[in-house]
């Protein structure tokens, strides 16, 4: 071979194994980033192009798929009483990608995933359409229409759990929205979801899991928890030497009580009943910040919770002694979603266990084969046995005779804490009603539940986590023992 013929060779050698290198690269490498690219348009014509499988609840499909005209979309996402489920399923739209279960299972409701890949090829030779697999919910029904329905037209959440497995069986938020008004393509589509985006009331925000807010005196069953498990006292109904008016640490200024209430050396049962502030505040006060702390994330507080749908933080905060005093009833710093105070009451009535919330039980394959089930987790023991009954002979005793006995359920033991808790510079706006329960019957303990209203429509002085909360938090409970 002569010279020139040599080099072009060369040259010719060198552009092949720069395409194969190029080629490896983007396949290998950038495979997945160009995938999910938002301008990567045909990733989302495929996923749309056969049968999304469904989301299942009390063996029912909450969701389907209907055949699109006029569209390079052949099917769009479909839900049944969307408003009420949106906060469990998120959305799934052809314009704006997916949250939520349709995100975070996607791979199973579009049949891509790994663990369909025998269904995926025994497809291929029998030539059945491709379809998606199904993911079969913790969620009941009924319990999650006495939560929407509670709730009603009124700023709020509510979350009910399985207090000894973590299976979440209710999570509504309102106000909510209809996830199918934008699951198409369309200028139609996009104009109903600035629409949404654009309202101040902001039904798209999961106030469930996304928002936090003080939880005033349902956060007492900590403080409780906290005071028992560090020995501050050992006995429920002994004096608790508090006197009163008590001044706050560093402070002139006295913690005031919810009207003229018997807090004066009140035992715990009875300042958990007449939810007395000095009681608990002096109780946070004497334990001390970091006591306070380290006993708030044992039950969840100061870290992410995974349902897998992810929660944001709750907030214990390191504080000076007169804002830990604060924080110790509920106020100052202290944040909290409602699933965080379900999980409190949810260990507290699973005798000091604290179990993972989760809300996917089980996936299946198209044919609906179980491909994995979910096993229950245990995620802390924040509480011991003793001293978890007893912080329900305390909650027991609130709702018999106490602020929350609008929770009453004939023939069923209920416990809870109510919470009406401040809101603004001064207390300017509508306080927030809360609510934290359990139920027991004769075959164990099946729910608990956290309710908060947070923009009520009644007035000001009829604002109060027993008038507004506790009855929700009663109707939840009544539906999952009805249903079992």
Same mark, same amino acid.
């Given at each position: 071979?002569?010279?020139?013929?040599?080099?072009?060779?060369?040259?010719?050698?060198?552009?092949?194994?720069?395409?194969?290198?190029?080629?490896?690269?983007?396949?290998?490498?950038?495979?997945?980033?160009?995938?999910?690219?938002?301008?990567?348009?045909?990733?989302?014509?495929?996923?749309?192009?056969?049968?999304?499988?469904?989301?299942?609840?009390?063996?029912?499909?909450?969701?389907?798929?209907?055949?699109?005209?006029?569209?390079?979309?052949?099917?769009?996402?479909?839900?049944?009483?969307?408003?009420?489920?949106?906060?469990?399923?998120?959305?799934?739209?052809?314009?704006?990608?997916?949250?939520?279960?349709?995100?975070?299972?996607?791979?199973? $409701?579009? !049949?891509?995933?790994?663990? $369909?890949?025998?269904?995926?090829?025994?497809?291929?030779?029998?030539?059945?359409?491709?379809?998606?697999?199904?993911?079969?919910?913790? $969620?009941?029904?009924?319990?999650?229409?006495?939560?929407?329905?509670?709730? !009603?037209?009124?700023?709020?959440?509510?979350?009910?759990?399985?207090?000894?497995?973590?299976?979440?069986?209710?999570?509504?938020?309102?106000?909510?929205?209809?996830?199918?008004?934008?699951?198409?393509?369309?200028?139609?589509?996009?104009?109903?979801?600035?629409?949404?985006?654009?309202? &101040?009331?902001?039904?798209?925000?999961?106030?469930?899991?996304?928002?936090?807010?003080?939880?005033?005196?349902?956060?007492?069953?900590?403080?409780?928890?906290?005071?028992?498990?560090?020995?501050?006292?050992?006995?429920?109904?002994?004096?608790? &030497?508090?006197?009163?008016?008590?001044?706050?640490?560093? %402070?002139?200024?006295?913690?005031?009580?919810?009207?003229?209430?018997?807090?004066?050396?009140?035992?715990?049962?009875?300042?958990?009943?007449?939810?007395?502030?000095?009681?608990? !505040?002096?109780?946070? +006060?004497?334990?001390?910040?970091?006591?306070?702390?380290?006993? +708030?994330?044992?039950?969840?507080?100061?870290?992410?919770?995974?349902?897998?749908?992810?929660?944001?933080?709750?907030?214990?905060?390191?504080?000076?002694?007169?804002?830990?005093?604060?924080?110790?009833?509920?106020?100052?710093?202290?944040?909290?979603?409602?699933?965080?105070?379900?999980?409190?009451?949810?260990?507290?009535?699973?005798?000091?266990?604290?179990?993972?919330?989760?809300?996917?039980?089980?996936?299946?394959?198209?044919?609906?084969?179980?491909?994995?089930?979910?096993?229950?987790?245990?995620?802390?023991?924040?509480?011991?046995?003793?001293?978890?009954?007893?912080?329900?002979?305390?909650?027991? %005793?609130?709702?018999?005779?106490?602020?929350?006995?609008?929770?009453?359920?004939?023939? @069923?033991? @209920?416990?809870?804490?109510?919470?009406?808790?401040?809101?603004?510079?001064?207390?300017?706006?509508?306080?927030?009603?809360?609510?934290?329960?359990?139920?027991?019957?004769?075959?164990?303990?099946?729910?608990?539940?956290?309710?908060?209203?947070?923009?009520?429509?009644?007035?000001?002085?009829?604002?109060?986590?027993? !008038?507004?909360?506790?009855?929700?938090?009663?109707?939840?409970?009544?539906?999952?023992?009805?249903?079992?």
């Amino acid at each position: 071979m002569n010279k020139p013929l040599r080099r072009i060779a060369i040259f010719c050698g060198v552009l092949i194994l720069a395409l194969l290198v190029r080629t490896n690269y983007l396949q290998y490498v950038r495979a997945d980033e160009l995938n999910s690219r938002d301008e990567n348009r045909r990733v989302r014509i495929e996923r749309y192009a056969h049968e999304r499988g469904d989301i299942i609840v009390d063996g029912k499909a909450i969701t389907g798929s209907v055949e699109t005209d006029g569209s390079d979309f052949k099917y769009k996402r479909v839900w049944k009483d969307g408003p009420m489920w949106a906060p469990v399923t998120g959305y799934s739209s052809q314009a704006f990608d997916s949250t939520q279960l349709e995100n975070l299972e996607d791979g199973i $409701l579009t !049949g891509n995933d790994d663990q $369909l890949f025998f269904n995926r090829t025994l497809s291929m030779f029998t030539g059945d359409q491709k379809k998606g697999g199904n993911v079969v919910t913790t $969620l009941n029904g009924a319990a999650q229409k006495a939560a929407f329905e509670g709730l !009603g037209d009124q700023k709020g959440a509510a979350v009910a759990l399985d207090p000894e497995t973590g299976a979440i069986l209710a999570l509504a938020s309102t106000p909510s929205y209809d996830p199918s008004v934008f699951a198409g393509n369309s200028e139609k589509d996009s104009e109903a979801r600035a629409k949404l985006l654009a309202d &101040k009331d902001q039904p798209m925000l999961n106030r469930a899991l996304r928002e936090t807010y003080p939880p005033g005196s349902t956060f007492k069953v900590v403080t409780a928890a906290a005071a028992l498990e560090n020995g501050l006292y050992d006995n429920i109904d002994d004096p608790t &030497k508090s006197p009163l008016p008590w001044v706050l640490p560093g %402070t002139t200024l006295p913690l005031k009580n919810e009207g003229n209430i018997p807090c004066e050396n009140a035992s715990l049962r009875e300042a958990l009943r007449w939810s007395c502030n000095s009681v608990f !505040g002096k109780v946070s +006060a004497d334990l001390g910040n970091k006591k306070m702390i380290e006993e +708030a994330d044992k039950f969840g507080f100061n870290q992410e919770i995974f349902t897998p749908v992810r929660a944001d933080k709750s907030v214990f905060p390191e504080d000076i002694p007169s804002q830990s005093a604060m924080a110790g009833i509920g106020q100052a710093s202290n944040r909290a979603t409602p699933l965080q105070m379900a999980m409190v009451a949810s260990a507290i009535a699973n005798d000091g266990k604290l179990m993972q919330p989760y809300m996917v039980a089980s996936r299946q394959a198209p044919n609906t084969d179980t491909i994995d089930t979910a096993e229950p987790k245990e995620m802390s023991r924040p509480v011991s046995a003793e001293n978890a009954q007893k912080i329900q002979q305390m909650m027991e %005793t609130v709702v018999e005779k106490g602020t929350g006995t609008t929770a009453k359920i004939d023939g @069923v033991t @209920v416990g809870g804490k109510t919470g009406t808790a401040e809101n603004g510079l001064n207390n300017s706006k509508k306080p927030y009603a809360w609510f934290i329960s359990y139920a027991k019957t004769d075959k164990g303990t099946p729910v608990a539940v956290a309710v908060v209203v947070a923009d009520s429509k009644a007035n000001r002085e009829n604002i109060s986590g027993g !008038g507004l909360a506790a009855p929700i938090a009663k109707a939840i409970m009544k539906a999952v023992i009805d249903s079992k």
